[in-house]
T-cell receptor, first 115, second 113 residues
Framework: DGGITQSPKYLFRKEGQNVTLSCEQN?????MYWYRQDPGQGLRLIYY???????QKGDIAEGYSVSREKKESFPLTVTSAQKNPTAFYLC??????????????FGSGTRLTVV | QKEVEQNSGPLSVPEGAIASLNCTYS??????FFWYRQYSGKSPELIMF????GDKEDGRFTAQLNKASQYVSLLIRDSQPSDSATYLC?????????????FGTGTRLKVLA
């Protein structure tokens, strides 16, 4: 079955540590996205990628980095520069973009906690 | 004014009733509209999308779009306790930005058995 796999499901980060969240899809989607969800707030876009080897900053990219070396994979690194990383992180993909997109498919999410 | 607004709820309806969830958006030029359901602790899942004015039905769900009044609604007929979740409205094309969706904060629905 096609889908998006995020790992790990839970992640604990110590102060000053970088951590990487994995996102893999086998839907043959070109576009991939990373969103962050905090209680009482809508999903906020961190980074997105429309094609392999290209990615763009979203609304809250500071303290995060990504790569898109393969169509299937879009890992997110939360660096020590991100001062408030505790959140639910969602990876998504879509077949098209904008008006031609039929919506995102989301992964199951990674819950990151600073300890 | 927020770009996409939803009442946070909770909206409580008895089992078997119609649940009506509303979403308003600020940009008249917005192009496409999506409803997602999110169970507590889980990721959002797409229920349906709508592009054109009017109604679109899929099983127990009906999306209604009124571009003149800038709102989109989701009706859930014969509500079941398993429909209890947070419903997110997402809009594409706000301020001509098409590479992302703008999400509302969601409405929590409680269906009472």
């Amino acid at each position: 079955d096609g889908g998006i796999t995020q790992s790990p499901k839970y992640l604990f980060r110590k102060e000053g540590q970088n951590v990487t969240l994995s996102c893999e899809q086998n839907l043959n989607h070109d576009a991939m996205y990373w969103y962050r969800q905090d209680p009482g707030q809508g999903l906020r876009l961190i980074y997105y990628s429309q094609i392999v080897n290209d990615f763009q900053k979203g609304d809250i990219a500071e303290g995060y980095s990504v790569s898109r070396e393969k169509k299937e994979s879009f890992p997110l690194t939360v660096t020590s520069a991100q001062k408030n990383p505790t959140a639910f992180y969602l990876c998504a993909s879509s077949y098209g973009q904008g008006y031609f997109s039929n919506g995102y498919t989301f992964g199951s999410g990674t819950r990151l906690t600073v300890v | 004014q927020k770009e996409v607004e939803q009442n946070s709820g909770p909206l409580s309806v008895p089992e078997g009733a119609i649940a009506s969830l509303n979403c308003t958006y600020s940009d008249r030029g917005s192009q496409s509209f999506f409803w997602y359901r999110q169970y507590s602790g889980k990721s959002p899942e797409l229920i349906m999308f709508i592009y054109s004015n009017g109604d679109k039905e899929d099983g127990r769900f009906t999306a209604q779009l009124n571009k003149a009044s800038q709102y989109v609604s989701l009706l859930i007929r014969d509500s079941q306790p398993s429909d209890s979740a947070t419903y997110l409205c997402a809009v594409n094309g706000v301020r001509n930005v098409t590479y992302k969706y703008i999400f509302g904060t969601g409405t929590r629905l409680k269906v009472l058995a």
